[in-house]
């Protein structure tokens, strides 16, 4: 499956930004799907994953309560609506697809990356 996220921009620190991530190429609704991001001199951190069926969602902490990700069978793409943005949330963000099933939250657990779309927040 192919992945390609959007969506990325600049805002000021406490602004909103929705990122896309649409699938191509294969059954979406086998995927569970994620985001991670990875901020420059950081490590690739999880962010939030959402199960085949979008009944299920976790969050890492540091996001818990501001963003939300979904997804739309449909169009075959995911979405994370990212709310009250913090200078700290600045990095490249990139969706994943994993035939894991659940919410898996371990970068290893995905078989397909997208490209990254990049998020800058301003103080």
């Known amino acids: 499956v192919q992945l390609q996220a959007s969506g990325g921009g600049s805002v000021q620190a406490g602004g909103s930004l929705r990122l896309s991530c649409a699938a191509s190429?294969?059954?979406?609704?086998?995927?569970?799907m994620g985001w991670f991001r990875q901020a420059p001199g950081k490590e690739r951190e999880f962010v939030t994953a959402i199960s085949q069926s979008g009944g299920s969602t976790f969050y890492a902490d540091s996001v818990k309560g501001r963003f939300t990700i979904s997804r739309d069978s449909a169009k075959n793409t995911m979405y994370l609506q990212m709310n009250m943005l913090k200078p700290e949330d600045t990095a490249v963000y990139y969706c994943?697809?994993?035939?894991?099933?659940?919410?898996?939250?371990?970068?290893?657990?995905?078989?397909?990356w997208g490209q990254g779309t990049q998020v800058t927040v301003s103080s």
């Open positions: 190429g294969g059954t979406f609704s086998r995927y569970s």
């Open positions: 994943a697809a994993s035939v894991v099933g659940g919410t898996p939250s371990i970068g290893g657990q995905y078989r397909y």
